[in-house]
């Protein structure tokens, strides 16, 4: 295993198991206000400080982990659900007016600027993480099915294709027993990396204020309302800027030790 | 040439159509009637039914959509609801913020990238590559936003060599105008020069393997002499390709950023029609989004064909 991996993998369950855990423990509530205590540094009582409101951050910051890794979960769901599927059958009639309507439909979704259209739904339908998700899960869609197209396309060319075939089995039975096992790897790997863009675009979307609404903690919404504290109270913005570029570094490096370790042809070029 | 130039161009115009068709449905479907939204919960019926005529919005839903396309093809984008000013006037005063500041990032970006990504490469697996592949893998975790806020703590708070925000206009001379947008460029670069750099190597690496490569040390060129003359040169192609691509990151991206340094641009205008819910304003922003980077895209699959034969005849 690679030094990306172990790092990657710790980064990220790290971030995960502060998720976790906030739904059972967090060092103190993270709604409640507690103003003679506001805009603390980082101390004893409260590791990250205080916001203007008194707030623990730390416990902020466990909660928000909820919110971004829900959001950008299900988001990264919504594109494997609907882009795996498109992607299988694009590759099963190649050719075909099928193959050529879901790839033209993918070129088209790829040609539109991700978070301006995200920006359009969430400005039309409301703010909220709900609609955060779909904006976010919609540009998953192409991405997803590109790359099962492009994986199952050689693999239909294979040896063992043409022996189910030969048995009688068809497209779609091919697709689900014999495709898709193959290319599992490569949709892990994928999945983590867009698993971290989504933490990305979730706190942009939070951050203009078109993502989780308060009073559900995000690590975006912590830093719009930092921002005319930052001369005064850094810690409000350093934290959880840092808490996301940790998270999004940790789902990187994973995704790049991931598809260095589960590539066999790079593994055996190792060895 | 010509056939897959005509081919893209078919292509670019059916992605501009189904674009339009998807923001103006998505925009008819927003619950509000502007009109009633403007005049607020006491207006009479008929004078709301005069001023939806007056907006335009009384056609049916076919004959608004022909008249928004057909008035945005000859400049004319409608009347923002809010402000009661033409929208093409009110986007044409902001791109003279968004334009210069894309630009002004996609320029640094290159800047950083470039030197960035052909020293790692020229120096694969030693400790040189190792900084800056690390320094990358930090620059694409690190979000935009939050790193521009960095940048107003540290130059314009403390250090004070800039202002926090605000954009001075181009009225006071270009100097002070870059001036002002340096920052919030800055902050858009970083994390494209980290991709950028990425992508400069990992082509450069490909290029370095190439026979070529060895057939010109063995004529007798320096290392650092083949890297330029032979490497570096053919390593552009795919690099521009992301470079063009990248210009739609960084137009959408300063729509964010602008909101941190409360920018004029593009992007504060389309937040404060959301917030009045102007929503001619946002449609045509958005449209005019969409179209400049389609069409920068396509520009790009254009240039990378005339560099490029062996895509024109695959296409």
């Known amino acids: 295993m690679s030094r990306n991996l172990i790092l990657g993998a710790f980064l990220s369950s790290l971030v995960v198991l502060a998720a976790l855990i906030s739904f059972v423990w967090t060092p103190y509530d993270y709604a409640a206000l507690d103003i003679p205590n506001k805009l603390q540094p980082p101390n004893v009582q409260h590791w990250f400080g205080t916001d203007h409101f008194g707030r623990d951050i730390f416990s902020m910051i466990m909660v928000g982990a909820r919110t971004s890794i829900a959001v950008a979960l299900v988001a990264v769901g919504i594109g494997m659900v609907l882009g795996v599927p498109l992607g299988l059958t694009a590759a099963a009639r190649k050719g075909s007016w099928l193959d050529e309507v879901i790839m033209r439909g993918n070129d088209l979704v790829f040609a539109f600027p991700s978070l301006v259209i995200a920006i359009l739904i969430t400005a039309v339908f409301g703010a909220g993480a709900i609609n955060a998700i779909i904006a976010i899960g919609i540009f998953n869609i192409p991405v997803f099915a590109r790359i099962t197209r492009g994986a199952a396309l050689s693999l239909w060319e294979r040896e063992f294709i043409l022996a189910a075939r030969v048995s009688g089995k068809g497209a779609a039975r091919i697709s689900a027993e014999h495709i898709l096992p193959n290319v599992a790897n490569l949709l892990i790997v994928q999945g983590t990396i867009q698993f971290s863009l989504g933490i990305l ?52 490096l994973l995704g790049d030790g991931l598809r260095d370790w589960l590539d066999p042809r790079i593994r055996v070029a190792r060895a | 040439m010509l056939r897959y130039a005509l081919k893209r161009l078919i292509s670019l115009l059916v992605s501009l159509s189904v674009a339009s068709v998807v923001i103006f449905a998505v925009i008819e479907v927003a619950p509000g009637d502007p009109a009633s939204f403007m005049l607020g919960v006491n207006a009479q019926e008929d ?29 004319d984008f409608g009347t ?69 806020m960095m940048l107003v703590l540290i130059f314009a708070i403390n250090l004070r060599w800039f202002n926090a925000g605000g954009f001075v206009g181009w009225g006071e001379g270009v100097l002070p105008g870059l001036h002002s947008l340096t920052l919030p460029a800055v902050a858009l670069a970083l994390p494209q020069a980290a991709i950028l750099a990425r992508v400069m190597r990992s082509a450069l690496l490909d290029i370095l393997s190439e026979d070529f490569m060895r057939t010109a040390r063995a004529k007798g060129l320096s290392r650092r002499q083949a890297l330029w003359r032979h490497g570096v040169r053919n390593a552009l192609i795919p690099v521009l390709t992301i470079i063009g691509l990248q210009f739609s990151f960084l137009l959408a991206g300063s729509i964010i950023i602008e909101q941190v340094f409360y920018l004029p641009g593009l992007g504060r205008l389309v937040f404060q029609a959301i917030s009045a819910r102007d929503l001619i304003v946002v449609e045509s922003v958005v449209m005019l989004l969409v179209f400049a980077v389609i069409t920068v895209n396509f520009l790009v699959d254009l240039a990378y064909a005339a560099v490029d034969p062996r895509l024109r005849s695959r296409s």
Do not use: C
Not at chain 2, 56 to 75: A, I, P, T
Not at chain 2, 115 to 137: C, N, S
């Open chain 2, 80 to 148: 923002s609801y809010t402000y009661r000013t033409p929208v093409s006037q009110m986007i044409a005063d902001r791109m003279w913020v968004s334009l210069p500041l894309a630009l002004y990032a996609l320029m640094l970006s290159t800047l950083i990238a470039f030197p960035a990504g052909i020293y790692a490469a020229a120096r694969r697996g030693k400790p040189g590559d190792l900084a800056v592949m690390g320094a990358t893998q930090l620059g694409i975790a690190v979000p935009n936003f939050w790193f521009a």
């Open chain 2, 47 to 75: 004078t709301l039914a005069a001023l939806r005529s007056e907006l335009g919005l009384d056609g049916s839903k076919m004959q608004r959509y022909f008249n928004w396309v057909g008035g945005m093809l000859v400049g």
């Open chain 1, 201 to 252: 675009a979730e706190a942009g979307l939070s951050y203009v204020g078109l993502g989780a609404q308060p009073p559900t903690p995000s690590w975006g919404r912590m830093l719009a309302d930092a921002q005319t504290m930052v001369s005064f109270a850094p810690h409000l913005a350093l934290i959880p800027g840092l808490a996301i570029i940790v998270t999004v570094l940790g789902l990187n």
